[in-house]
């Protein structure tokens, strides 16, 4: 089988930029008083940021009076990082430049806010190499529902079935398949391992590196 896209995910895979959101969101929750629980916190990996903020106030109500203010909170704390804070994940850059220097149609579709895929995206240099960047923040969903990867591939013009979308988390890996597409799933390592999604996704990566590999062997874009 071959594909027309890529699709790629953001945060956690692109952009090793789940560690900073985790310290942002410590920073917040325990300025407040509270004890950042692992199981909070793992609810909300590859979610959208309301939904995860509304998640934030049930578990810890004195962060905001809703769930808009904390999430305002953490996107504010986040863009004040020094920009050196944000880093490209391992083989990211390689893999935008191979999707742009052989012209593969090419997207982000993320849980991030529009702003922030912005921020990162120029911090990177990718603002010319991936002119194609979607927000599910304008959904009536985030992820795992699949409406950002079927906006996504219409965007581009595109069948979901001829996309290859590039995951990290489960969520996203969740709505890659729910939108027909098929899903290369790269575990962000700093939270999550490979065989966490033996259950879900036989096809699952180490790294960018290794995707790369598997397109160009398999001549996946032919």
């Known amino acids: 089988m071959t594909f027309s896209a890529i699709i790629f995910d953001m945060d956690g895979l692109l952009v090793d930029s789940e560690p900073v959101w985790h310290e942002v969101e410590i920073g917040l929750i325990e300025s407040h008083g509270y004890v950042y629980s692992e199981a909070v916190r793992s ?15 049930q578990h810890y109500p004195k ?4 769930a808009a203010a904390i999430e305002s909170a953490i996107t504010d704390g986040l863009l004040a990082l020094p920009p050196e804070r ?15 220097a052989r012209n593969i149609p090419r997207a ?4 991030s806010t529009q702003v ?37 591939a219409e965007r ?13 988390s489960r969520a996203g890996t969740q709505a890659a398949q729910a939108a027909g597409m098929t899903c290369f799933t790269v575990p962000d390592l700093s939270h999550s391992t490979l065989e966490a999604f033996a259950d879900i996704n036989d096809k699952v990566f180490a790294d960018l590196y290794a995707v790369r590999d598997e397109i160009e062997s398999k001549a996946l874009f032919a």
């Not at 982000?108 to 849980?111: F, K, L, R, T, V």
């Not at 194609?132 to 409406?147: C, E, L, T």
Request: charged letters at 20%; glycine letters at 8%.
């Open 43 to 57: 609810q909300g990996i590859g979610m959208r940021v309301d939904e995860f903020a509304a998640i934030l106030q």
């Open 63 to 66: 962060l905001g009076d809703s």
């Open 86 to 100: 944000i880093k490209a994940r391992p083989g990211a850059d390689e893999i935008v430049r191979y999707a742009a």
């Open 108 to 111: 982000i579709a993320s849980s």
């Open 116 to 152: 922030v895929i912005e921020h990162f995206v120029r911090l990177m240099g990718w603002a010319a190499l991936i002119p194609n960047r979607f927000s599910a923040q304008f959904m009536a969903r985030g992820k795992p529902a699949p409406d950002i990867y079927l906006h996504a």
């Open 156 to 168: 581009l013009g595109l069948p979901p079935e001829t996309c290859l979308a590039l995951e990290d």
